[in-house]
């Protein structure tokens, strides 16, 4: 990886949080895939998906690389009667970041972020974050508000319940 810094990187700089970045294959295809590569644990790689719920707000969702999201708790949690994935060509100008390297920290706007309950059982979790596919970050799990950073580029987080 060159030394240029993705946001994401700046901005934990920023916050003092340590992190570890590594590079991948932009060829593989899914999470589990590129947790292999990089001899992480599929359960420890979480990938962020982005939602739009009936009321038109958007939501993000970070579920282990090998599980996949169960809408129907997903739209309970979030107070919404109905949620459903975004469509991928509103990904980049809705967030900056692009299919496949989509993180949950330095979006264009600040969104109500959930995180798998799972998250806890590990020290570390890892998660991919680029506009370009390769790059992914590794780090301890964090809480991170708004109202602790004046960053305008930090979103709520709740670890909630199962969301597969």
Not at 49 to 62: I, P, Q, R, S
Not at 80 to 100: F, N, R, S, V
Not at 115 to 125: G, N, P, R, S
Request: charged share 25%; proline share 4%.
């Amino acid at each position: 990886m060159k030394n240029d810094k993705t946001n994401v990187m700046r901005l934990l700089d920023e916050w003092g949080i340590e992190y570890e970045h590594f590079a991948y294959n932009p060829e593989l295809v899914n999470a589990v895939e590129v947790a292999k590569a990089c001899k992480q644990e599929p359960e420890a790689v979480f990938k962020t998906l982005v939602t739009v719920g009936k009321t038109g707000e958007h939501y993000v969702f970070m579920i282990p690389s090998n599980g996949e999201l169960d809408l129907k708790k997903a739209a309970k949690i979030a107070g919404e009667k109905a949620i459903e994935m975004i469509p991928q060509k509103q990904l980049l100008p809705l967030t900056g970041y692009i299919h496949g390297g989509c993180s949950p920290i330095g979006m264009k706007k600040q969104f109500k972020t959930f995180t798998d309950e799972t998250v806890i059982l590990f020290d570390k979790i890892c998660f991919l974050s680029s506009l370009v596919k390769s790059f992914g970050l590794t780090l301890k799990y964090f809480c991170h508000t708004p109202s602790t950073s004046k960053s305008s580029h930090s979103s709520e987080m709740y670890i909630s319940i199962t969301l597969l």
